[in-house]
């Protein structure tokens, strides 16, 4: 049983499957912890954990080398984070961009499937009642009354439902969209 995290290094950096398994469990928590504070997103925050421990896992044999392990996390984690956030300001700022030399209502593919995109994380992070009625109410056109017939609810604790959902799916994408405006001034 391997005891210190430069022992679990070495024998990911031999390519024991194991050794990487458990350095991941170990580590996987507060590394999520550590991008949520970065991204506020949950979606986001499982794709950099994943992309840092595929990397990891890709250059093992260079984890001889490392000899405060938390700090290399934290280095890679955070530039990893912010790499994603400028893909996202740039994504917002094409989108603004193309929104001032066109019409309303005429943005490209691409960029509409970025805004939906930031929807779907919101979705992803309501309660799982708010969500069920959410998409009952917005993706399968029923009333309050219908929901609240086919949940047996009250029609008050649809309208509720619906309107807790749209604020926070409002404060997230507003938020995602500040947070893209930000990097883009950092940038300047």
């Given at each position: 049983m391997l005891h210190t995290d430069e022992e679990l290094l070495q024998e990911v950096a031999a390519g024991d499957e194991h050794s990487f398994a458990r350095l991941f469990h170990e580590w996987q928590p507060?590394?999520?912890t550590h991008i949520y504070r970065i991204t506020e997103s949950r979606e986001l925050t499982e794709e950099i954990v994943q992309d840092v421990f595929l990397k990891i896992w890709q250059t093992r044999e260079t984890?001889?080398?490392i000899?405060?392990?938390k700090g290399y996390l934290l280095v890679v984690s955070k530039n990893h984070a912010l790499n994603a956030l400028k893909k996202i300001a740039r994504e917002f700022q094409n989108w603004d961009?193309?929104?001032r030399e066109n019409k309303p209502g005429e943005e490209p593919?691409?960029?509409r499937q970025s805004y939906y995109s930031l929807i779907d994380e919101a979705v992803d992070q309501l309660s799982e009642r708010q969500k069920q009625v959410?998409?009952?109410?917005r993706h399968q056109r029923l009333t309050y009354q219908q929901i609240a017939d086919?949940?047996?609810i009250g029609k008050e604790s649809v309208k509720t439902h619906i309107e807790l959902a749209v604020k926070h799916i409002s404060v997230y994408v507003k938020g995602r969209i500040g947070m893209a405006i930000i990097l883009l001034l950092l940038q300047a």
């Open positions: 507060f590394l999520s984890l001889t080398e000899r405060n392990f961009k193309w929104a593919e691409d960029l959410y998409l009952l109410h086919e949940l047996g």
